[in-house]
């Protein structure tokens, strides 16, 4: 099984007050574009994890049996606890599991499946993207690394522990994978 863990539970501290899942970029709130790629995507069960606004999140998020919500009461301490969190809600018969940001709308669902495809020939590394020369999210992880996942503290996420790891690289072409959209001004640029 092939799992992803959203990670919808930040502060969105730089869009002065509001919560930047719930803004709209290209005619739909972030996190619906975020949900409909990775629901249309081979991806077999998604946890959400949920701090900040997690009742409105909620209701912008499509209804499937194939989701699970799961809050984060410590969403404050930053994105390693909200990762540990989704890690301890995964499926027993998960085999890999996504790290996503849930604030990544041009992440498409071909780009999810040419990862999982990837863990198919080297299921033993984690599958990480770049794009030109920069690493970036989301990544696929193989379940034994959960055990090293769960010691992750602050707002970092896995980076370091990818840093001492060999993983399998896939290059993108796509920008989708390195844009950010952290503040108000980010939602009003022309794409």
């Not at 730089?14 to 990775?38: D, Q, V």
């Not at 040419?114 to 599958?127: D, E, F, G, T, V």
């Amino acid at each position: 099984m092939i799992a992803a863990i959203i990670l919808a539970a930040g502060l969105s501290s730089r869009t002065k007050g509001y919560n930047k899942l719930l803004l709209n970029y290209k005619g739909k709130k972030i996190i619906k574009h975020s949900m409909k790629s990775i629901l249309s995507s081979k991806i077999n069960h998604t946890v959400v994890v949920l701090g900040k606004n997690k009742e409105k999140i909620k209701k912008n998020i499509p209804k499937s049996k194939n989701i699970r919500f799961v809050y984060n009461s410590s969403y404050k301490q930053g994105m390693a606890s909200s990762i540990i969190v989704g890690m301890n809600s995964l499926p027993k018969e998960t085999k890999f599991f996504f790290i996503s940001l849930a604030d990544m709308p041009d992440i498409k669902s071909v780009h999810y499946n040419k990862m999982i495809a990837a863990s198919k020939k080297n299921s033993k590394l984690p599958i990480v993207p770049f794009y030109k020369s920069q690493q970036a999210n989301p990544v696929l992880f193989p379940i034994d690394f959960k055990k090293k996942l769960a010691i992750l503290k602050g707002d970092g996420g896995a980076k370091k522990i990818l840093k001492k790891t060999k993983i399998t690289k896939i290059i993108f072409t796509s920008n989708a994978f390195v844009k950010d959209l952290d503040t108000l001004e980010d939602f009003n640029k022309k794409p």
